[in-house]
């Protein structure tokens, strides 16, 4: 998929962290699955995705039974299945815990994450935030950067 979206249409995907300056602000942004204490199950399956043997081993199914799983475990996720996310608590919310862990070694100005699905906007000191974007089937939640301010906004 990688390799479609950079040759068919210009788009390049980040896999994991990047971390940009922009009119003095630094930013890190990531998808946040994976990151910080908690989340196991998510872990445990993200490695499975991307381990290139279990790719190879999907990629020689049947289409009709690689679409039934496809399906099948999208059907499951917590956005289909209209589950809505539960804030945890400043201290327990575990991209905000990593993102606290990550102040310690660098001064990041806004940490930008939308593993959660659920709108978020957290100081975490004095010049440094999570913000969590949520998503657009619940929430309509987007983020937007003037060049001075980063506000969460809902349309």
Known sequence: VEDYFTKEMGIE???????????GKKF??????????????YKFLRKVFRNEFCQWLFSVLPPAIGL???NGWSGKSRVASNKKEEFLGNDKEWLAVFAKEQLERQHIDYFIFGHRHLPLDIRLNDSSRYVNLGEWINYNSYAVFD?????????
């Open 28 to 41: 890190y942004l990531h998808h946040g699955d994976g990151l910080g204490p908690g989340d196991k199950k």
């Open 68 to 70: 039934f799983i496809a």
């Open 13 to 23: 995907i980040i896999s994991d962290e990047l971390q940009i300056e922009r009119n």
């Open 147 to 155: 060049g001075v301010n980063l506000q969460l906004k809902y349309f």
